[in-house]
Structures are given as structure tokens and as C-alpha cells.
């Protein structure tokens, strides 16, 4: 099909990751499966939201939750969100080291955020806030940890297109998928952005 | 070999049939344990420990591993064709889909074979289902069998969006989309939105029960009414996600059968797409019971016979439809003509389960065992025979014998009235859903008996069918095109079976009824949109297989991780979950090695495709 269309005379189209149906496909795929996990973090949120006040025996969030550090973590990873723009719009102006820069940026940040919650989970379990504490600390450590397995999965999804740029270059078929991880990336940081509300700031506020 | 590494929706549309219908099979003999364990009062035919069982692998399968699989494998056979598409918009995702499907049902059913089976009911409520009351494996047999099922459903339902979307052929604009894929369209859309939910219910039931988490441990803060929520938000919209596709089919077979373009087509496409929305706001009308309040409880009863309106509509527009129409009573068009009536007295039934207070007499009794099945069996079931007669030789070259069908509808139909009918009262009459037995004198044995012969009757009706199967089979593939003469849709249009590229040259689509506009402008066949030329083609691949196997042992390692063995030897392999690393190496091992090599693909050329066409190159 239109596969071929454009790299045969070794120019690249405009909007390399639009230029393929196949890349069309896969962006518009990909935008309906961030609508499936909405729901899924949707689903994580409602559980979170009815069970944030049963502590049984354990710590509350008033008591656990230190908001400097999670203030870090999310100017972190929002960073990382504005440095994965960067990294598109290198691409449209074709300067794929430049890109792949930006993109290396973009991970290491995410890392550096991992390092932080795990840090956090770290301590809180020994404040005495284990995942079968009740059902707060259950419900806090699945919404939370799913989050940071999603960033987790992401770091490596993007240093392996990292790698991959640097072996293949970019191309029609490399560019859709870059774009697809940088929609990814946003989207893990929009779920962040609720959870900062909803778990740190409401859980502060009581 | 070939079937493992296809990546063909056609083969894929033939694996989903014959492992649902596989799974159909399994699902029927449990059924019909249930009916000859309940057949007459007090009987052991079972103990009551494995009639749990039973009734809740039977609901599971006929769900997850029978109806669902069915419903994708006649999308995956006809959707492409009916949309003018040369294939779907992600093959080797599609074969993901399917294996993980598969591998999902092995592990749920597996099972049966360790002796430690879930017995908490399909819906799975806690503390039931929780370790205390089901303990061992049995329940996380359950939790992680649908997990990994549960993939292969979401990334089908993508794909199905996606290539709707995106690869109509030039002129099918959606308003002239047949409507099995406007059904199929609605019902992958209801996939994405429903299937996320039941994830996270999964996962949320696995770590309560493996990690010791406390979502629905009451006594640390958990609540079992959370699990409800989570699994009818799910699960309400599950069904229509059951009953769309029917939907779809008999629009096609009614219209087909009586020659004439279908009643209403846009208020069709209007009440699918309500149906679909108003599916998601009345999950709770399945928790009336358990305290929600007055308030939310009527919300929810009025939400939920809003639902009627739709749905009446669709019931009027196939009857206008074989109004004054050439009506051909084909074995399929029997099986749709049956349905209407059929599905109607569910729908009736839904309307009365839908009053609150109604609901808390009907609640847990027969009556309720009576309704679904009136609308899944009625509804889903036929129109999945009548979808299967009608498309039969568009998949196989060949098609199915008409007088064995109609045996089939006519055993089939009677036994299930015989059987579901009666439960009505049954139900009305105190019998409790899901006891395993009862006592002599309660005027339950008369109904009971009617009942179980009614089921035989329906296993009758499956043999006779099978046998259909293996006849029609036996016989040369000559089918026609066009093999009921009265085709309406592009998949008519090309050979059966479809070859590899469905399309020789993409056609061009003037109106609804695309095939049928060009024969009464006396074509024989669709104008092309394109000159022939060679034809892009995906590679096989095994690795969907690979991914999918991964992840069956990476579910066994981390549900005997914590286990004590015998062995020694097994333990260690088994709780330092060397077993789940390697399962889950195996599938992350596929996907970098898939996304390392970039498939080419290959091209079939033109002279190929003329030879294929009878065309002298
Ligand atoms: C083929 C003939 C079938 C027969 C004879 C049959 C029979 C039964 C019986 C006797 C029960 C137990 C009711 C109770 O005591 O609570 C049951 C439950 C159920 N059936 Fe069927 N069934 C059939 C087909 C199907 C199909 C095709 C589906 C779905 C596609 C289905 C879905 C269910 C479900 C969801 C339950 C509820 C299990 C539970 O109570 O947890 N059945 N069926
Ligand atoms: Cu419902």
C-alpha cells in the first residue's frame, strides 16, 4: 500500500509519522488504547477515593504523606513532558540527534522520578504502612504503583527507540512509533497530575 | 504450522470459531450436568461442591471462552470484506489477540485438571471469593485465566475500531456501513471502555488474594460492594457487547432473505449507538439489593427500561423489513426469524428485573436464571448460529446442508423454550438461583424435569450441527460467490473463501448495499477503485504464540510461587519464581525481537492475482 510511497527517493515527508497508513493506524490506535486506560486509572481512582479513609490500624495520609518531596517528583516529571515535546519537534525539523538528545533527557528525568517513589515507598513501608496494612495503604500503593509501572514501562520503551534511532535513523516506520511513545509519555504525566491532586494534595488536606 | 503463524483475519476469524466453539462444547456439558444434577429432587449426581463448580466454570466459558470468541471470529471473517478492506489494520496484533484468548481459556480450565476449580460464581463476589471462602488455586485460576484473556479481547476491539476507521474503501462512508460492522464498530468501541475495568477488578481480586491486600477485606477497611461496582461496570456492558453483534447479524439475514434493503437503516444505526451509551449508565441496576437507596435505585430502574426504547425500535425494523418481502426460509433466516420473539420475551423480562422493588423478589431466584438466558441464548446464541449458517460458506467454500440446518433451529429452538421457559415460574415460585438441590413437595419437580429434557434437547440440536459440520466439510468447496444469489454486501462480491488479499482491486463504493446497487444497475461485479497491481501482504509470524505462551507460565509461576511442593527441586524453581521469570521472558523476548525487526512484508503479483481470477497473464 502507501508504504512506499515516500522513502523510495530517500526524502523525508513533512510529517514522517503521519506519511504511512500503517503510521496512521498505529497513532490512532494508540489514542483509543489511552482511552481504555483512562478507564483503567479511572477504575484505580474510584477504588482509591472509597477507601481512602479506611486506615483500620494504619497511618493516615495526614500522617505519612511529605509534600516537598512529591513537589519534586512531579516538577521532574512534568519537566520530562515538555523535554519529549522537544524531542517532536526536533524530529519535524529532521535533526535526529538533536531528537534522540531530547529523548535521553526525557528518560533520565523519568528515572529520576522512579528513584523518588521508590524511595518514598521505601520509607512509608517502614513508618509501618505496608500494602497489607488496610485497605488506604492498598488501594494507595496499587493506584500509585501502577502509575510508576507505566513509567517504568516507559523508560525502557523509549531508550529502546533510542537505540533503535541510532541503528535505523529515522524513517517512516520509526517516526510513528517515537510519536506514539511521546503521546504515552504525556498521558502518564496528565494521570500524575491527578494523582498529585487527588491522593497527595486531598490526602494532605484530609 | 501454518495456523500458528497466520496473521490472515480470515484463518484468524476460522481459529476463533473452532476454539470457541470448542469451548461452547465444554461449556454445554457442564450445563447439562447442572440440569441432570437438578433434574429431580435430591439427587447426587454431583456433589455440591463441584456443582459450584460447574456453575461457575459454565458461566465463565459460555461468556469469556464460547460467545465472546464466536462473536470475533465471524468479525474477523466478514468485517474486512463487508468495508471493502484488503485486511485489518494491525494482522499480527490480531493474532496476539487471538492466542492470548486461547492461552487465557487453557489456563482458566486448566483447572479441571489440578482439581482446584473456581467456585465462586462467574460474577466472583468477595468474601466468596476471597482466600478465606476460596482458598487454594481455585480463584486465581479465575483471576488470571480472564486476565490474559482479557488482553486478547482489548487489543482486538483496537483493532476492529482502528480498521474501521481507517481502511473503509473509497465511497463507504459510515452511513453506508452494513450493519454487522456498524454493530461490530459499537461493540469494540463498548470492548475499549468495559474491558480496562475488569482489568483492574482482576488485578485488584489477585492481590488481595496473593499479596494479602485488603480491597475487599472488611475487616482492614475493604468493602465487597466495591467488587460490584468494578464488576458490573464491567459486566452490564459486557452484555451488550454480547448482544450487538446479534444485533448485526440478523439485520444482515432478514434483510438478505427477504430481498429488501433494511427498515430504518439510520434509526438502526441511531439505537446502536444508544443502546451502546446508555449500556454504561445502569450497571447498579444488577446491586438493588444491596443498599444503594431509594434515590439511586430508581435512577437506576429508569435507566435501565430507557433501555426498551432502542431496542424496540431495532425489534419494529426487522419486522417492516420481511414486511411485503420475498421471505427464504434458509436455515439462517429461520434462526433469525426465531430470534425475534425470543429476544423480545427476554427484553419483557428485563423491563420487570429492572423495578427496584421487583427486583427484590425476583432477586438470586430462577427468574433471573430464566431472563439471561432468554436474552444470551435467545438472543446471542441464535444469532450466532444464524451468523454462522449464513457466512458458512463465505469462510469455508462451502456450504452448510439446509435440511440439517433446520433439524438443528428446530431441536435447538424447542429445547430451549423447554428448558428456559419454565424456570420463569420456577423462579416465581421460591426456587433459589444456584442451590444444587432441593426438596421433594415443593412443586418444583414437574418444571424441574421440563427442564433438564429441554436442555438434552439443545444438546441434540448441537450434535445434529456438528455433524452438519463435518458433512459440509467432506464436500467439494464450489460455493459461489454470491452464494445465497441474494447477497447485499461487498463480501458477496469476491469469491468463497475470500482470497488472501480479499480484494483483487479495491472496489468502489456508490451507496448502501453496495453489491446489490451494482447488480440492479446490471454489473456482475463491483467497479474498481484502482488499477491491479501487486498487493502489499504481512509476513506470518510465530511470535504472537511465543507471547501468548509466555504469559500462560509466567501466570503459573506467580500462582505457585508461594506454594509448598513436594519436591524440592519444583519449590525452588517455583518460589524464587524462576517459572514466572521465564514466562515473562519469553513474552518480552517476542516483543523486542518484534520490534528489532521490522516486518517487510511481501507482494503478491498481478499475474498471481489474474491466474486467481481466471485471467490468462
Ligand atoms: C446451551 C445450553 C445452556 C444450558 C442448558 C444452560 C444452563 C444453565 C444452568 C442450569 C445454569 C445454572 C442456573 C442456576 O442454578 O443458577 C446456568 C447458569 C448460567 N449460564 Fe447457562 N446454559 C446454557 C447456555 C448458556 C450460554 C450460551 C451462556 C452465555 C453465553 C450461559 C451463561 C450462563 C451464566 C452467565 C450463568 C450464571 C452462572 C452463575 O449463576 O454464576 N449459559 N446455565
Ligand atoms: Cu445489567
Redesign the pocket.
Known amino acids: 500500500m502507501s508504504s512506499h510511497d515516500h522513502h523510495a527517493n530517500g526524502v523525508l515527508p513533512h510529517d514522517p509519522e503521519k506519511a504511512t497508513l500503517e503510521g496512521r493506524n498505529k497513532i490512532l490506535g494508540f489514542w483509543l488504547f489511552l482511552g481504555g486506560e483512562t478507564v483503567l486509572f479511572g477504575t484505580l481512582f474510584s477504588a482509591f477515593l472509597a477507601l481512602r479513609h479506611n486506615v483500620a490500624d494504619g497511618k493516615t495520609a495526614q500522617q505519612l504523606f511529605e509534600l516537598p518531596l512529591i513537589a519534586l517528583a512531579t516538577f521532574l516529571l512534568l519537566t520530562s513532558s515538555m523535554t519529549s515535546v522537544l524531542a517532536i519537534q526536533a524530529m519535524h525539523r529532521q535533526k535526529v540527534k538533536e531528537m534522540a538528545i531530547w529523548l535521553g533527557i526525557t528518560v533520565l528525568f523519568g528515572a529520576c522520578f522512579l528513584g523518588l517513589e521508590i524511595y518514598e515507598f521505601y520509607h512509608y513501608v517502614h513508618e509501618g504502612h505496608k500494602f497489607s496494612t488496610s485497605a488506604f495503604s492498598t488501594s494507595f500503593y496499587s493506584l500509585v504503583g501502577f502509575h510508576g509501572a507505566h513509567v517504568a514501562f516507559g523508560i525502557c520503551w523509549i531508550t529502546l527507540l533510542i537505540a533503535q534511532l541510532f541503528r535505523k535513523g529515522l524513517t517512516v516506520v520509526t517516526a510513528p512509533k517515537i510519536y506514539v511513545a511521546s503521546l504515552y509519555w504525556h498521558f502518564i504525566d496528565v494521570v500524575w497530575v491527578f494523582i498529585f491532586t487527588v491522593v497527595y494534595l486531598m490526602g494532605k488536606v484530609g | 504450522m501454518d495456523w500458528l503463524t497466520t496473521v490472515d483475519h480470515k484463518k484468524i476469524g476460522i481459529l476463533y470459531l473452532i476454539a470457541g466453539g470448542f469451548f461452547f462444547l465444554i461449556g454445554g456439558l457442564e450445563a447439562l450436568l447442572i440440569r441432570w444434577q437438578l433434574m429431580g429432587p435430591e439427587k447426587d449426581v454431583v456433589s455440591a461442591e463441584t456443582f459450584n463448580s460447574l456453575l461457575t466454570m459454565h458461566g465463565t466459558t459460555m461468556i469469556f471462552l464460547a460467545a465472546m470468541p464466536v462473536i470475533f471470529a465471524l468479525m474477523n471473517a466478514i468485517v474486512p470484506l463487508q468495508i471493502g478492506a484488503r485486511d485489518v489494520a494491525y494482522p499480527f496484533v490480531n493474532a496476539i489477540g487471538f492466542w492470548t484468548f486461547f492461552f487465557g481459556g487453557l489456563l482458566l480450565n486448566v483447572a479441571w485438571i489440578v482439581g482446584d476449580v473456581p467456585a465462586a460464581g462467574w460474577t466472583a463476589y468477595f468474601p466468596l471469593a476471597g482466600p478465606d471462602f476460596s482458598g487454594g488455586k481455585s480463584m486465581d485460576f479465575y483471576a488470571i485465566g480472564l486476565q490474559i484473556a482479557g488482553i486478547g479481547t482489548l487489543v482486538g476491539g483496537i483493532n476492529f475500531l482502528v480498521t474501521i476507521i481507517n481502511m473503509r474503501a473509497p465511497g463507504m462512508s459510515f452511513m453506508r456501513m452494513p450493519m454487522f460492522t456498524w454493530s461490530a464498530f459499537i461493540t469494540s468501541a463498548l470492548i475499549l471502555f468495559a474491558f480496562p475495568a475488569l482489568a483492574v477488578g482482576l488485578v485488584t481480586m489477585s492481590f488481595d488474594r496473593m499479596f494479602s491486600g485488603n480491597f475487599f477485606v472488611a475487616a482492614n477497611g475493604g468493602t465487597g460492594v466495591l467488587w460490584e461496582h468494578i464488576f458490573?461496570i464491567f459486566?452490564?456492558p459486557e452484555?451488550y457487547i454480547l448482544i450487538l453483534p446479534a444485533f448485526g447479524i440478523i439485520s444482515e439475514v432478514i434483510s438478505t432473505f427477504s430481498r429488501k434493503r433494511l427498515f430504518g437503516y439510520s434509526s438502526m444505526v441511531f439505537a446502536t449507538a444508544l443502546i451502546g451509551f446508555l449500556g454504561f449508565m445502569?450497571?447498579a441496576?444488577?446491586m438493588f439489593t444491596t443498599g444503594l437507596g431509594p434515590v439511586a435505585n430508581s435512577l437506576f430502574s429508569i435507566a435501565?427500561m430507557l433501555i426498551a426504547v432502542p431496542t424496540g425500535i431495532k425489534i419494529f425494523n426487522w419486522i417492516f423489513t420481511m414486511w411485503g418481502g420475498q421471505i427464504r426460509f434458509t436455515a439462517a433466516n429461520l434462526f433469525a426469524i426465531g430470534f425475534i420473539p425470543t429476544f423480545v420475551m427476554g427484553g419483557v423480562t428485563g423491563v420487570m428485573l429492572a423495578a427496584a422493588p421487583a427486583d427484590f423478589q425476583y432477586h438470586d431466584s430462577y427468574f433471573v436464571v430464566a431472563h439471561f438466558h432468554y436474552v444470551i441464548v435467545g438472543g446471542l446464541v441464535l444469532g450466532l448460529f444464524s451468523g454462522v449458517h449464513y457466512w458458512w460458506p463465505k469462510m469455508f467454500g462451502v456450504g452448510l446442508n439446509e435440511m440439517l440446518g433446520k433439524l438443528t433451529f428446530w431441536t435447538f429452538f424447542i429445547g430451549f423454550h423447554l428448558t428456559f421457559f419454565v424456570q420463569h415460574f420456577l423462579g416465581l415460585m421460591g426456587m433459589p438461583r444456584r442451590v444444587f438441590t432441593y426438596l421433594e413437595g415443593l412443586g418444583w419437580d414437574t418444571l424441574n424435569l421440563v427442564s433438564s429434557i429441554g436442555a438434552f434437547a439443545m444438546g441434540v440440536g448441537t450434535i445434529i450441527f456438528i455433524i452438519n459440520i463435518v458433512y459440509s466439510l467432506s464436500q467439494p468447496r464450489t460455493a459461489k460467490g454470491d452464494h445465497w444469489e441474494d447477497g447485499r454486501t461487498l463480501e458477496w462480491s469476491i469469491p468463497s473463501p475470500a482470497p488472501e488479499y480479499n480484494f483483487a482491486q479495491t472496489p468502489l463504493v456508490r451507496g448502501y448495499d453496495a453489491f446489490w446497487k451494482e447488480k440492479m444497475a446490471g454489473n456482475a461485479e463491483m467497479t474498481p477503485a484502482e488499477p491491479i497491481g501487486p498487493i502489499h501482504m504481512p509476513s506470518p509470524s510465530i511470535l504472537p504464540f511465543f507471547m501468548s505462551l509466555g504469559l500462560f507460565i509466567a501466570g503459573f509461576g506467580f500462582m505457585y510461587a508461594e506454594n509448598e511442593f513436594m519436591n524440592a527441586a519444583l519449590a525452588n524453581l517455583f518460589s524464587s519464581y524462576v517459572v514466572a521469570g521465564v514466562g515473562l521472558l519469553i513474552t518480552f523476548g517476542s516483543m523486542f525481537l518484534r520490534s528489532v525487526y521490522d516486518d517487510a512484508g511481501f507482494h503478491i503479483e498481478e499475474d498471481e492475482i489474474n491466474k486467481d481470477r481466471g485471467i490468462k497473464a
Open positions: 458490573w459486566g452490564h452484555v445502569v450497571w441496576h444488577h435501565t
